[in-house]
Each structure stands twice: as C-alpha cells, then as structure tokens.
C-alpha cells in the first residue's frame, strides 16, 4: 500500500512528504525521521483512560529513542483542539503533536486547517464510516455510557438512567467532565436524552438537557467531574462514563471500595473516538509513528486489554489475533446488543445542542 522511497532523503522532502494524504515513507523509513526528531507530544491522554499507560508504556520500549512529553492529561476533546490553534507557530513542547478526540471534533479540526493527512498501513481495516476519505482523522477505539457505582455508599445500584432521579441518589450523580468540553460528558447527555425515547441528535440532546436540568434540580447532580479518587471518597458515589473508564476504576480500586460497572438498560450508547496529526506537529515524524503503533495489532491489543474495543476488533478477530483471555475479560456481550453507533450528523447536532444550552438550561458549572 506504501511506496518505498530511498532511505537518505534530504529533510526538506522528509517534512514535505509528512503533509501528504498518502504516506511515501515505508513505517521503516518513518521511524528513522521520528528517531531524529526524538520527541512526540501527546495531549488528554490519562494514564486510566482505555489503557493508555500502557499503549505508552509499549511505545517507548519499542522506540527507546523517542522521548513522549505528556501535555495536560485530564484535557477534554474541546481543550485539545484549542492547544492546536494555541500553538499554531509555536515549535516548542506546548505544542501538541497528535491528539485523540470524540468523532464529532475530527471533522471540525479537518475543517479548520487544524490536521493533516496520513494513512496508517492497516488503514483498510478501518470501517468507512469512521475514518475521513483523505485520512486526516480515523476512528481508533470505542466503549458504552455506563454507570461507575459507589457500593459502600449506594445501597441500591441503579440499573437505567430514570432510576437516578430518585430521592435515594441526592447528592450522588455525577459526569465525567464538564458538557460544555468533553466528548464523554457531552455524549452522556445525548445517551440520557436517547433512554427517554428521544431521537438521536438534537432531539436526544434537548431531551438530555431536560433530564440532567431535573437531576440538578432535584438535588441529585453533582457538579464535580467524577473519576475514581472522587468515587472512593464519596464526593460522586456515581459516575457516569465511558465502559472502559469504569471497568479501568474498578480494577484500580481492587475493591476498595467495592464497586459495580452497569450498562444501563436503555439509552445504550456506544462512542468513537478519533486520532488525528496536527498540521502544525512539531515533530509530523514522530507523529506518524505514533499513528501506526496505535493501528499495529500490538496497540490494537493494548487498548483492549484497557477494556477498550479497538477499531481493527472485527478484522482481528477473524484472523485469530485475538487471545480468548482479552475477550474474556470484557462484560458479557448481551449487555452491548442495544448499544446504539450514533451517525456523525447526529453526534453533530447533539454537540451543538448540549454546548449550546448547558448553562441555560442546567446551570451546573461542572469543574
């Protein structure tokens, strides 16, 4: 799929060639360029978040070489973008090289000038309808909204999203990052509106706007953005996120306090994420690299031992790269047969919404 090119490029054509929509450079002959560049900034990319410390961890043991300075781990979708337009001329480690956001903020950083294009060598194991046509965003993993439960605090786990309205949560229902930033949170809205039997898109997101205006006015919300530090310690006894965030909580919790992951009922959503390069990396190489350890089998296999389900799971799973232990270790899958793969429109208008009428409508500053 990739043209070979001689190995002594000069640098000029090497940083020309990093900014075309297909990739001249053998994966070889990109390591050797991300080699001399010898860094790669990244951006939001917890450690906890889909096994990511250890998808970094696998990185620097394969590239020894190639130093990763981590930029603002807990940064929602939005924070990312602004880091690009921030950092436009600057060439310094503030400047992100690669970023991982939610699928609606890949075609919005493609339309602004804000990535540029490279096509992974796996790139035809990638679905169509979650990868851009010229490769300047790709889908890479995805999970289901879940609830992360407290059960030292919570005497009865809640099962669907109508049951935390009850009197019984007060004080004890929280997102995982602000709605007006971050992709989780803003997509718990949209799944929130979807259990109500609202339409996907602007619809869901009003009617997700509704139902957190009501759990904010019965007591029950909590502005702080949960994770598992603030879950142990009481301040947001649940937590709603992603799947693979939850399940990543309750092993690093090793029961203490005891735990439950639920896959609500109804309104089961399931999100995407996208990576994309900046098209103003600092290090465009080291970038490129980076893109095609995520898509090797071994990053693949690194985000699902994170809980996480890559996006080559299909095309892996039916050349037998996948060891029955990884797909053992994942909730049963009767829990994901109703998960709903919103449409890139529909993730859109819900955005738009949720962005739009938080304050308005809410009125919870969620720090």
């Known amino acids: 799929m990739k043209l070979k090119t001689a190995l002594g490029l000069a640098t000029g054509l090497v940083a020309a060639l990093s900014t075309t929509t297909l990739s001249a450079q053998t994966v070889e002959e990109i390591a050797t360029a991300a080699k001399a560049e010898g860094m790669l900034t990244t951006v939001a ?11 970094i961890d696998g990185f620097k043991a394969k590239y020894p070489e190639i130093k990763i300075n981590e930029l603002n781990p807990d940064a929602g979708s939005a924070d990312e973008i602004e880091a690009i337009k921030a950092n436009k001329d600057n060439k310094g480690p503030q400047a992100p090289d690669v970023i991982d956001v939610g699928l609606a903020f890949g075609p919005q950083a493609k339309a602004d000038g804000l990535t540029q294009a490279h096509k992974v060598a796996t790139w035809d194991e990638i679905p169509e309808g979650i990868k851009d046509a010229d490769g300047h965003w790709y889908g890479d993993y995805y999970g289901v909204m879940s609830f992360l439960v407290n059960k030292d605090l919570v005497a009865n786990v809640p099962q669907d999203w109508a049951d935390l309205l009850k009197p019984e949560y007060a004080g004890q229902v929280s997102l995982a990052g602000d709605p007006r930033a971050s992709n989780q949170a803003i997509l718990a809205v949209l799944a929130a509106g979807m259990s109500t039997g609202a339409a996907p898109g602007e619809a869901a997101g009003k009617a997700g706007l509704d139902f957190f205006k009501q759990l904010n006015d019965a007591g029950n919300f909590v502005p702080v953005i949960g994770k598992a530090g603030t879950l142990a310690q009481g301040t947001t006894p649940i937590v709603i996120m992603w799947d693979y965030n939850a399940l990543a909580a309750r092993d690093t919790l090793a029961g203490n306090p005891p735990v439950e992951v639920v896959v609500p009922k109804s309104g ?3 999100g995407v994420y996208v990576q994309a390069i900046s098209a103003f990396a600092p290090q465009p190489n080291a970038a490129k690299l980076w893109m095609e ?4 089998d071994e990053g693949q296999l690194a985000w699902l031992k994170g809980y996480c389900h890559p996006v080559r799971f299909n095309a892996m799973a039916a050349a037998g790269k996948i060891p029955q232990e990884l797909l053992d270790a994942l909730p049963p899958a009767a829990a994901y047969e109703a998960a709903y793969f919103p449409t890139l429109d529909e993730v859109d208008a819900n955005k738009a919404a949720v962005t739009g009428g938080w304050d308005s409508v809410v009125g919870a500053n969620v720090q």
Do not use: E, I, K, R
Not at 45 to 55: E, K
């Open 293 to 296: 350890y995520l898509y090797s």
């Open 45 to 55: 990319l917890p450690h906890d978040w889909c096994g990511y410390g250890a998808v």
């Open 268 to 270: 089961v959503l399931a």
